[in-house]
């Protein structure tokens, strides 16, 4: 078979994938450089670590009771809550939705409630953050349809692992199932999660990370179809929010998920200008 019509039986070839690659950088990108994406982080405090609730360099009192936080703020504290100006106490849950559209803010200041494993956690987005006035871009390779491979998902019953976080702490990690893919002919496989929408998720290492790439990255594959077939494009493998601020929680890689064949395709490290 050529290389031409390998391309097209794997679905990567032509200048329209190319095309539709170079718009999905971009997006990222900007995405990545917004007033509340990753490099506005500027902090993930854990409530276990201030029990009398006084977080430096935040404002309010911020207090665990039980499955809810209890955030209690003076006139002077500057705090809004769903718009409006906090004086006195307010119980929160976990915040779900998008950075912008949390529900505690001071002044350009998002204060973002996180819940992990039963611990409490408030995050501070800062559009003025100096990681986020520091960056310039993202280091990705140029779209190759020969990243874009034929794989099979083989789902298996739901497990949980233990990995390391980015922050030096082990949590769990939900897995749903196996993806496998051939490279130079040789199987790889990678421990993926199944997410709500059905599509994949997979945290990996490969002989490029570390030296030449970030440390490990993603790859989200869609949903696979009736018969497990899925596209796995490794040209849209991404850096982890970590790789943009020191105070994401981001899982390494869980066992057998560091392949052993380079993958010089998709996001490589964060650029500073």
Do not use: K
Not at 8 to 31: C, L, N
Not at 55 to 77: K, S
Not at 155 to 180: H, M, Q
């Amino acid at each position: 078979m050529s290389t031409d019509a390998q391309q097209q039986e794997q679905g990567g070839g032509g200048p329209d994938a190319a095309r539709d690659w170079q718009r999905w950088h971009e997006g990222r990108v900007v995405a990545v450089a917004a007033p509340y994406g990753p490099l506005s982080l500027t902090g993930t405090h854990w409530l276990s670590d201030y029990p009398e609730g006084r977080i430096p360099a935040v404002p309010g009192l911020w207090c665990e009771d039980d499955d809810e936080v209890v955030l209690t703020a003076a006139a002077e504290d500057g705090i809004v809550v769903d718009g409006r100006p906090l004086t006195g106490e307010i119980r929160l849950g976990a915040d779900r939705g998008p950075i912008d559209d949390s529900r505690v803010a001071q002044r350009e200041r998002r204060l973002v409630v996180l819940r992990r494993e039963g611990l409490w956690a408030v995050r501070d987005f800062d559009p003025g953050s100096p990681a986020r006035h520091a960056f310039s871009t993202i280091e990705a390779t140029p779209y190759d349809p020969r990243w874009t491979l034929s794989g099979t998902f083989r789902p298996y019953a739901d497990r949980t692992v233990r990995v390391a976080n980015a922050d030096g702490v082990e949590r769990g990690l939900g897995l749903g199932g196996e993806l496998a893919f051939t490279v130079e002919g040789q199987e790889h496989t990678l421990q993926v999660a199944v997410e709500p929408d059905g599509s994949l998720w997979a945290v990996f290492a490969d002989v490029t990370s570390g030296n030449g790439s970030y440390r490990f990255r993603f790859l989200r594959p869609g949903a696979p179809a009736a018969d497990g077939s899925v596209s796995v494009d490794f040209n849209r493998a991404l850096l982890p929010p970590c790789a943009f601020a020191d105070h994401f929680i981001c899982p390494f890689p869980p066992p057998g998920n560091t392949l052993t064949v380079a993958v010089p395709a998709g996001e490589r490290n964060r650029i500073d200008a």
